[in-house]
C-alpha cells in the first residue's frame, strides 16, 4: 500500500527553484514529525529537513537558508520549496517520518540542477 507520494522534482537551472510535495496517509502525518531525505547517485540517503507537530523546523547546513520544510495539516502533505538551488542539490528526494520511525519508502521524486 502506498503511503507516501513525492512529486514536484524537475530538470531546473542553478538559481532555480522548485517546490516538493508528499502526500502522506493520515495516521502518518498526525504522530510523526515529517521530514524530507535525498539520495543523489553513489551516495547514501541523507536527511535534508524536519519539521515536527508543533511547526519547529531543522535544516541540515547544506540547506539552510535555501530550501524550507511546511506542512498542512488539513491536506496531510509536506512541502519542501527549494529556492537557490545548486548542483549538488541533484539528488532522488524522498519524505517520511523523521525520527527513529520509517515506513516504507515511497519512489520519491527527482530533482536535477543543471545549466
Known amino acids: 500500500q502506498v503511503q507516501l507520494v513525492e512529486s514536484g522534482g524537475g530538470l531546473v537551472q542553478p538559481g532555480g527553484s522548485l517546490r516538493l510535495s508528499c502526500a502522506a496517509s493520515?495516521?502518518?502525518?498526525?504522530?510523526?514529525?515529517m521530514g524530507w531525505f535525498r539520495q543523489a547517485p553513489g551516495k547514501e540517503r541523507e536527511w535534508v529537513a524536519t519539521?515536527?507537530?508543533?511547526?519547529?523546523?531543522v535544516y541540515a547546513d547544506s540547506v539552510k537558508g535555501r530550501l524550507t520544510i511546511s506542512r498542512d495539516n488539513t491536506k496531510n502533505t509536506v512541502y519542501l520549496q527549494m529556492n537557490s538551488l545548486k548542483p549538488e542539490d541533484t539528488a532522488v528526494y524522498y519524505c517520511?517520518?523523521?525520527?527513529?520511525?520509517?515506513?516504507?519508502w515511497g519512489q520519491g521524486t527527482q530533482v536535477t540542477v543543471s545549466s
Open positions: 493520515g495516521s502518518i502525518f498526525s504522530i510523526n514529525p
Open positions: 519539521i515536527h507537530k508543533g511547526g519547529t523546523t
Open positions: 517520511n517520518a523523521a525520527g527513529r520511525t520509517k515506513y516504507a
